[in-house]
Structures are given as C-alpha cells and as structure tokens.
C-alpha cells in the first residue's frame, strides 16, 4: 500500500505542475490509500509498484545507459549495493514530458557521467531497481527536485493551452458496470496488464488517449481548425469547425467535426479503424465507433469538464457516457520522444507483481 501511495503522490505532482500542490498531494495520497486496499493485487503490475516508501537512499554510481523513452524514461547505473558489490541498478523516472516540466532533456545523462540520486528502493533487496527523487550530474544538480513546480498557471478563456488529467481519476483497470456485448465481456473478463498495448508501442486512440496521464495541448490551427496534440502521441486530432469538412481514409484518430454550443465544444468523431483499447482500458473499440464530446471550461479557465459518449455496438450493447476532468497546467510545446520496446517492456516488468 505504501509503494502504490508513493506512485500517485510522485505522479500527481509533477503533472499537476505547481498549482495547488500541498492540497493535491494530500489528497492524492489519501486517495492512493483507499484505491490500493482494492486494486493491490491489479496495480502490482504496474511501474513503480515495487517500490519501498520506508526504504530511501542515496547512491551514487557511474551511467552506462540513458533512455530518453516513453512510456518513462531510464537510467542504468553501475553502482554498489547494500552488500557493497557493484551491480548495474535500473533507475525508473516517468514519462518525458513530466520530465520535461523539471528541466529533463533527452542530454541531461550520458554513458560514463557520474550520478548521485535520491529515491526509493525494491521491496525485493536483492533487486536493483529504484525510484528518483532527484539527481546530480558530476556534482551539479540537474532540474528540478520532484516535489512541484513554481512556475505560473495561466487559465484558459477558448480551451487553447496545455491540460493534465484531473486528480483521482485512475485508468489502470476496466471500467465497472459498462453495457458490454459478449465480446466486450469477454475482454474484461480475460483482462491483464500484460494486454497493454504500450506494450507493442501501440497508442490507443479516442476516448482512451483523452485519459491517459499525459499532458494534452490545445490549440487553433486556423479560425476552421482546432488541434489536440499530447504528448508521445502519434500524430495529432484535428477538429474540423467547418460542418463541410469531408473526411479522409479512415483511421484510429477517426474524423472530428466540432462547434459550439453556449460556450462548450462539442466534438462529433466517427471514421474510426479497429484500435485495442481504443474504447477504455481493456476493451477495444471497431470501425464502427462514434464519439460525441462536450468540453466546458470551469473553475475560471483552469479546468475542462469533459463528457464523452461513446457507441460501438460491436463492444457496447447501448451507448455508455462518462465524464474526465482536465486541469490546466504550465504552458510549453508537446514532447515527443520515441516509445522502444525495451522500455515499454521495463514500464510492465519493474514493478512487477505483488505474488512474486
């Protein structure tokens, strides 16, 4: 439980970038303790999971590997152990643009370069995997501690600007209570982590690319044209504002025609080629997917509402609507760094299962 507190808390900080920092991580550990006591045994799989809040050290070692990756970026470093042998420790950050927000860049480490670092450790001490709280480069410290960012949040008036996903709104399971076909049921009921399909260095589309826990930016390409890019997502959404707009060859991003109503976007998107995962976690979505959204800014531009209906009679018996939050964070340019398997793979493998 402790291990799964510490994830959150790591994660909403530094995507929640300074705003409201104390109270959010507050509640984001609160709310770790109360999602672990049911979801221990399916978060076990994930990153970081592992991970002993009660045992933080300081290590210092020699680089021999950095990897400017998505889903999250690692070190590997040849450092002494707690028996002081020299082993090659696995060093697990996040994902680049969380990183990015510390002042990370895909330079900040190379081979031979000496690190010092603060983080937790492996439940398992014969395992040389860790946590990063922060670093030194050759004795200088590099970015930003993880524990915020104190840098301004400028609210949005037209829904233009860079978005976080809200606090408490955990993905890491199917969601419960879905009008799910035999073939949708199917998928949840055979659901395991080891389905992901980051895990292929395949990105879901809409609606699942819209939760995900990565930063999104908004923006207008013309007074027709409205983008949604995120980061480490393959290409980027394109809102057609113009009703006549004619869609292209189908695809997983699908064709968006989006307008107004009382000051909320609504975006229509149909179009769509098979994705896994393409509807929620664990259940894919077909060609013959539609979405409706409704986004409205709230909380005095810092924050998005979002409603999102999504048909697929191939995986839903019925339409299902659910809500996601946005909140606004720190302005800056989407990240984009490669996804290899090696790091999808450690993404799943470093935190590995509470039974082993």
């Keep these: 439980m402790d291990s799964l507190v510490g994830q959150i808390n790591i994660q909403l900080i530094l995507f929640n970038g300074g705003f409201k920092m104390r109270k959010v991580r507050l509640v984001a550990m609160i709310a770790g303790m109360l999602f672990a006591m049911q979801a221990t045994t399916v978060l076990g799989h994930h990153s970081h999971a592992s991970l002993d809040s009660n045992d933080v050290r300081v290590v210092s070692g020699v680089v021999t590997s950095y990897s400017w990756t998505y889903p999250h970026v690692y070190i590997k470093v040849e450092a002494p152990n707690l028996s ?33 670092w603060e983080g937790r450790h492996d439940r398992n001490k ?18 930003q501690d993880m524990q915020g960012n104190d840098q301004p949040i400028i609210p949005s008036s037209d829904f233009t600007g ?21 073939r949708g049921q199917a998928l949840v009921d055979g659901f395991s982590e080891d389905q992901n399909p980051i ?6 589309g809409p609606p699942k690319s819209m939760t995900l826990p990565y930063t999104h930016l908004v923006s207008y390409q013309d007074d027709k044209t409205l983008i949604i890019e995120r980061d480490m997502m393959e290409g980027s959404r394109v809102i057609h504002l113009d009703q006549n707009s004619q869609p292209g060859p189908p695809s997983k991003l699908g064709h968006s025609i989006g307008w107004f109503e009382n000051g909320d976007l609504i975006i229509e998107t149909s179009g769509f080629t098979p994705d896994l995962w393409g509807t929620h976690t664990g259940i894919d979505s077909s060609e013959q997917k539609h979405i409706r959204e409704r986004l409205r800014l709230v909380d005095n531009g810092l924050g998005i509402d979002i409603e999102i209906t999504i048909t697929d009679p191939v995986y839903l018996h019925e339409p299902k609507t659910f809500t996601h939050r946005w909140i606004k964070t720190i302005d800056r340019e989407v990240i984009r760094a490669p996804c290899t398997l090696e790091s999808a793979k450690l993404f799943i493998e470093a935190g590995y299962s509470v039974e082993e």
Excluded at 88 to 97: A, F, K, Q, R, V
Excluded at 126 to 143: D, F, K, Q, T
Excluded at 162 to 182: C, K, V
Excluded at 199 to 204: A, F, I, M
């Design 84 to 116: 002081g042998n020299v082993v090659e420790y696995g060093i697990e950050l996040i994902h680049p643009g969380g990183m990015s927000a510390r002042g990370w860049d895909k330079d900040t480490f190379k081979p031979g370069d000496r690190i010092t």
């Design 126 to 143: 014969s395992r040389a995997y860790a946590g990063l709280e922060w670093a030194e480069r050759n004795g200088v410290r590099v970015g």
């Design 162 to 182: 860079m978005w976080n996903r809200g606090p408490n709104q955990f993905t890491y399971t199917p969601p419960p209570g879905w009008p799910l076909t035999e």
């Design 199 to 204: 895990l292929e260095c395949n990105d879901p």
